[in-house]
């Protein structure tokens, strides 16, 4: 947490950036979930996998070798696996290895089974009707659970596809107000008609109003009301919305005397209100008066654990209980994408594979798209100086040095992709895990590179 102008602000529940191996497990995703290996602390320590009974982690299917690998912990916290000679090998983040270090978010393939390292490792559960998630999620709502009964105002902040939604009827789920809620998107409201909108008029107010209106504000009475995209409201009506807020009453146009209003106000957006204030497109004081509590919803690439139970929960719903089953090179895919359009996005690709290939009895990686089922193809082991031969007399053809990345390039490759991570480092040839490394420690903000990307818009 954090203190933005005397208000509490919840920032996303897991970083790559700023979280390291001290304070993560390694889950098993796939084919089913097993207890996680707590990789924190204890010391200096070797965990062997395997099928072997006297595995320290065990994995079950002839895909997995008796000793497959080994988790090799060192004293300052630092995590590596290792292959001991496997028959199926070992894959982090979809290369073949020999020998690798991990590092939060990192996807690990042994066989058949797929495995993710996680700051947050938690079970999977529906933490409000139609809200899905695990610990990460459960993190960051719990300041809202703590909030729900009170008539503190909200900022939810999160991009697209996150659930700001979901999130805003959980909220008023748990306040236990006996009124509806209702749900505006500020950016769809025609600024001519916005204040009517919200505030509510009376018939012949204006040319058109062939009939009276409540208006959202009145329409939410004992209830909730949540303004999404709120930055979006014309500056001026932005000033009588917080007139309304602190008089807790509405100006309906036409009509003579203010109406009384008892309404929980929820603001939410993709962007800190406080960025819009900066950019003169919202008002400072409106934000001191609607900054209860600022919670940032983590996008689902920082809960890539929570990736497959979500899409296994959304294929059993949306195919109505009857879905395909799914293979190790689907699931590592799933698990390896960044999801930039977050739960939206997965919500719209289990309709699509239901619709395209619903009658098959597996879904494999070739009925990914191509965004998601394209990414490094298998390579020989990065530590093994051995694996690249030549055609004539197999002799190791040593691969040409790579040139290393510093962290100026990556930050001009973040400038040029507008903040986007994922974008940066494949402009430079890198991982993501890799590109978070660099930044790690270091004064890079994000949120500064993304604003030039915004004004352009």
Not at 85 to 93: A, E, I, K, P, T
């Amino acid at each position: 947490m954090s203190s933005v102008g005397g208000t509490t602000t919840v920032t996303e529940a897991a970083s790559a950036a700023s979280v390291d191996s001290r304070e993560a497990a390694l889950v098993w995703l796939f084919p089913r979930p097993v207890a996680p290996v707590d990789l924190r602390g204890g010391g200096a320590r070797e965990l062997t996998i395997g099928r072997e009974e006297t595995s320290a982690v065990w994995l079950g299917g002839n895909d997995v070798s008796r000793r497959h690998a080994v988790l090799r912990v060192a004293a300052d916290g630092s995590v590596r696996i290792a292959d001991l000679g496997s028959r199926n090998g070992v894959r982090v983040n979809g290369r073949a290895i020999s020998e690798a270090p991990l590092a939060v978010g990192d996807v690990v393939r042994l066989g058949g089974w797929v495995g993710l390292v996680t700051a947050s490792p938690g079970a999977f559960s529906e933490i409000a009707p139609g809200l899905w998630g695990g610990a990460a999620l459960q993190a960051a709502l719990t300041p809202l659970r703590q909030a729900a009964p009170s008539d503190l105002p909200i900022v939810l902040e999160g991009e697209t596809g996150t659930g700001k939604e979901l999130v805003a009827r959980a909220l008023h789920r748990w306040s236990g107000r006996p009124g509806p809620l209702v749900a505006v998107n500020c950016a769809a409201l025609p600024e001519g008609l916005a204040e009517g909108e919200l505030f509510g008029y009376r018939r012949g107010a204006f040319t058109g109003a062939d009939r009276a209106s409540a208006g959202f504000f009145r329409g939410a009475h004992g209830g909730t009301l949540l303004l999404d995209e709120v930055s979006d409201l014309p500056l001026a009506l932005q000033a009588k919305l917080l007139r309304v807020l602190e008089e807790r009453e509405v100006q309906p146009l036409g009509e003579i005397r203010p109406v009384p209003i008892d309404v929980r106000v929820v603001v939410a957006g993709q962007q800190p209100l406080i960025e819009a204030v900066r950019t003169g497109r919202f008002r400072a004081d409106l934000l001191a008066r609607l900054d209860g509590l600022a919670v940032r919803l983590p996008p689902l690439r920082r809960r890539r654990e929570d990736v497959l139970p979500l899409f296994a929960h959304l294929l059993a719903e949306l195919g109505q209980g009857r879905a395909p089953a799914i293979e190790s090179d689907f699931a590592e895919r799933l698990c390896m994408h960044d999801w930039p359009f977050n739960v939206r996005e997965l919500v719209l690709l289990a309709k699509r594979l239901l619709t395209l290939h619903g009658g098959e009895v597996t879904l494999r990686a070739q009925h990914l798209p191509e965004r998601i089922a394209g990414g490094p193809a298998d390579s020989p082991p990065a530590h093994d100086p051995l694996a690249a031969r030549g055609a004539a007399g197999g002799r190791p053809v040593p691969a040409p040095p790579a040139e290393p990345v510093e962290l100026p390039a990556l930050v001009v490759a973040l400038r040029a992709s507008g903040g986007n991570v994922a974008r940066a480092a494949a402009m430079l040839g890198i991982s993501r895990q890799r590109a978070y490394r660099l930044m790690e420690g270091q004064a890079v903000d994000l949120e500064a590179l993304r604003r030039p990307e915004e004004k352009r818009e």
